[in-house]
């Protein structure tokens, strides 16, 4: 059984920065993509970023060049590095990932940017 935990959100002025982590348990880890989502208020959960088993990464247009998500293989974490933050980036964020034929969540961590 895989079981993610984020962690790290927090309140940040915009402009500022704040570094998610999604901590994974279970051996299979390095050999998964890893992505993540992020849902803020009223509005439908959005895919911001993935990392796949050889480091490869992707992202949502509205984040690139301001978000760099990371894995650390050896101790099971996903980093998401959030740089220049606006307020439209308020939202819980969530890692995920697609094991055993379904789509796997962690219980999200909540990012508040004041303007």
């Known amino acids: 059984q895989v079981q993610l935990v984020e962690s790290g959100g927090g309140l940040v002025q915009a402009g500022g920065s704040l570094r998610l982590s999604c901590a994974a348990s279970g051996s299979i880890f390095s050999a998964y993509a890893i992505s993540w989502y992020r849902q803020a208020p009223g509005k439908q959960r959005e895919w911001v970023a993935t990392?796949?088993?050889?480091?490869?990464?992707n992202y949502v247009d509205s984040v690139k060049g301001r978000f760099t998500i990371s894995r650390d293989n050896a101790n099971n974490t996903v980093p998401l590095q959030m740089n220049s933050l606006k307020p439209d980036d308020t939202a819980v964020y969530y890692c995920?990932?697609?094991?055993?034929?379904?789509?796997?969540w962690g219980q999200g961590t909540q990012v508040t940017v004041s303007s």
């Open positions: 990392i796949d088993s050889r480091g490869s990464t």
């Open positions: 995920s990932i697609f094991y055993a034929m379904r789509r796997i």
